[in-house]
C-alpha cells in the first residue's frame, strides 16, 4: 500500500510558476513509477509526465515547461511548473505503480492515487 498526499496548487496568473509535491507513505521503497495526470472539468484525466528508474517523460503540451523530480530522502515528488497558461487550469493528481508496466503514461497504469490539488491559472 501507498499513499500519497499532494500539495502546492494555487491560483496564479499566466506565465507565473507552481511547485506541486507528492509526499508518499508506506511501500515506497519498491515503487516502479510515479505519474503526474490532470484533469479539468469535463475532460478526460490527462497524462502531464513521469518518472521511472531515473528516467523522464512528458506530455507535449508540458514539455520544456514542467520538471518531475524526486527526493528519495524525503520520499517526494514534484512536479515544478513554469509559465504556465490558463489552459494548464486543472486538478493535478499524483499516481505511483509499484509493479513493472509497459507504459507509464496512462491513468490505468497506476494503482495508487493522491486526492488531487486545483491549479488555476488565470489570463
Known amino acids: 500500500q501507498v499513499q500519497l498526499v499532494e500539495s502546492g496548487g494555487g491560483l496564479v496568473q499566466a506565465g507565473d510558476s507552481l511547485r506541486l509535491s507528492c509526499a508518499a507513505s508506506?511501500?515506497?521503497?519498491?515503487?516502479?513509477?510515479v505519474g503526474w495526470f490532470r484533469q479539468a472539468p469535463g475532460k478526460k484525466r490527462e497524462f502531464v509526465a513521469a518518472w521511472s528508474g531515473g528516467s523522464t517523460v512528458y506530455a507535449d503540451s508540458v514539455k520544456g515547461r514542467f520538471t518531475i523530480s524526486t527526493d528519495s530522502a524525503k520520499n517526494t515528488v514534484y512536479l515544478q511548473m513554469n509559465s504556465l497558461k490558463p489552459e494548464d487550469t486543472a486538478v493535478y493528481f499524483c499516481?505511483?505503480?509499484?509493479?513493472?508496466?509497459?507504459?507509464?503514461?496512462?491513468?490505468?497504469?497506476?494503482?495508487?492515487w493522491g486526492q488531487g490539488t486545483q491549479v488555476t491559472v488565470s489570463s
Open positions: 499516481a505511483v505503480q509499484l509493479k513493472p508496466v509497459v507504459i507509464i503514461t496512462t491513468p490505468g497504469s497506476y494503482e495508487y
Open positions: 508506506g511501500r515506497t521503497f519498491s515503487i516502479y513509477a
